[in-house]
């Protein structure tokens, strides 16, 4: 019987740990560690290391010769056996070696730019988790002096000290401000959710508050810097290499051949060489005109990122100038106003010199103020995030 009631007993803590909503762990990341932990994680950067171990491999093929061809040939009264050997000059086995290597070079760049691009979501989603939980405080903190303060509103109606139409004004305050709280509830569900979701991990809790990033300069970085731009210049390169690489179809390719006749009579062995020459060029210099093409295509597609990444960089700067702007006005003029508003409050409201109605509408003003601030401080700091993007 004891047995039967220890084990019951364990069940039951099986079932809670389980079956209900209370987690034992959690994971306490900063921003960095969240960074590092999508660069663990994430599957681009799996499917970016087996493409450039996929390069690495196919470079083993860049001197391989043709595979031999071996024939019989069998008549009436003899057998004909003989093997052919297909190859080209050593600088087209050369130049293959070049362009497989190039093609490394190529995906690698494409990982850095993954890296880039995962490093930047990832911030962005911790930037958010943390200004949803900072409104959520604030949002937290008003509902509780609210639902005080409408208790004490209630009272003072049932006595008569306010009218019908100044307690209804107060319910409506009560119940926008208790609306607002929910619905902070489930944004910082859904920024939570999204973060976790990016790092593919559950019960996350941030070690860092929700404050003011800083950025040096406004300056970019110098041309070709960025990692989408130096996987434009290796693409440039791998073009040219293809293309020195299609030239060489124009050039002649060579086989070596040995024949050995079985008859009645010993015959000794016939051996063979010969040069296969291109005749039909017309379609071998549409494919070497198309190469050329596709470095002038890739130069473009470089350019044309350039130019985007431009004014792009210019789209940021000048947000972060209205940022910048509209946080400075909340941080000189309208905080220090908020916080004069709460202290009058709270000595009227000890001194008995304010009614609840007005206490309300000097509170709800400080809160909005402070609900400002927190939103001008995300597109600041949201700002920043995109600017040290192109640093």
């Keep these: 019987m ?35 932990l999508a660069l663990q994680k994430h599957p681009q950067l799996a499917k970016n290391s087996l493409n ?17 061809l071996v024939y019989a040939d069998v008549p009436n009264k003899w057998f004909n056996l003989g ?12 130049q293959n070696e070049i362009a497989l290597k190039q093609k490394i070079k190529v995906a690698k760049a494409e990982k850095e730019v993954a890296i880039y691009d995962i490093a930047l979501h990832t911030r962005l989603l911790y930037q958010h988790f943390l200004f949803y939980k900072t409104k959520n405080s604030y949002l937290k903190n008003q509902d509780s002096l609210f639902q005080e303060l409408h208790r ?3 009272t003072q109606y049932k006595v008569g ?11 409506s305050f009560h119940r926008t401000v208790h609306q607002a709280f929910r619905i902070s509830e489930l944004e910082v569900e859904n920024s939570r959710t999204a973060l976790e979701a990016f790092l593919m991990t559950s019960n996350i809790q941030t070690s860092d508050t929700f404050q003011k990033r800083i950025i040096t300069s406004l300056i970019t970085t110098p041309n070709r810097a960025l ?11 791998l073009e040219k290499a293809l293309f020195e690489q299609q030239k060489m179809v124009k050039m002649p390719t060579f086989f070596a051949g040995l024949n050995q006749l079985f008859s009645a009579q010993f015959q000794f062995p016939v051996f063979r060489l010969g040069v296969y020459v291109p005749i039909w060029t017309k379609p071998l ?14 130069q473009k597609e470089a350019e044309l990122t350039d130019f985007e990444l431009k004014n792009l960089f210019q789209k940021y700067v000048n947000e972060f100038k209205i940022a910048d702007n509209q946080l400075a006005f909340y941080e000189k003029e309208q ?3 908020a916080a004069t508003i709460l202290q009058g409050t709270q000595k009227a409201r000890k001194a008995g010199e304010l009614e609840a109605f007005a206490e309300i509408l000097s509170l709800r003003q400080a809160f909005e103020v402070q609900l400002g601030y927190l939103n001008a401080l995300k597109a600041y700091n949201e700002a920043i995030i995109y600017l040290n993007y192109f640093k």
């Excluded at 990692?227 to 440039?236: A, G, K």
Aim: glycine residues 0%; charged residues 20%.
């Design 161 to 171: 000290q306010i009218s019908g139409l100044e307690q209804l004004n107060l319910e």
């Design 152 to 154: 004490i509103v209630s």
């Design 227 to 237: 990692p989408i731009q130096m996987r434009n210049e290796q693409n440039i390169i």
């Design 335 to 337: 905080l220090p106003l």
């Design 2 to 36: 004891k047995f039967y009631k220890n084990h019951k007993f364990f069940f039951l803590i099986l079932k809670i740990c389980f079956f209900t909503k209370i987690n034992f762990a959690q994971s306490l990341l900063s921003e960095q560690a969240a960074i590092d």
């Design 52 to 68: 450039i171990r996929q390069a690495e491999i196919l470079v083993q093929t860049a001197r391989a010769i043709p595979q031999p």
């Design 285 to 298: 210099d549409a494919q070497i005109q198309s190469a050329e093409l596709s470095i002038q295509i890739a």
């Design 83 to 94: 093997i052919e050997q297909n190859f080209a000059l050593p600088k087209t086995y050369k």
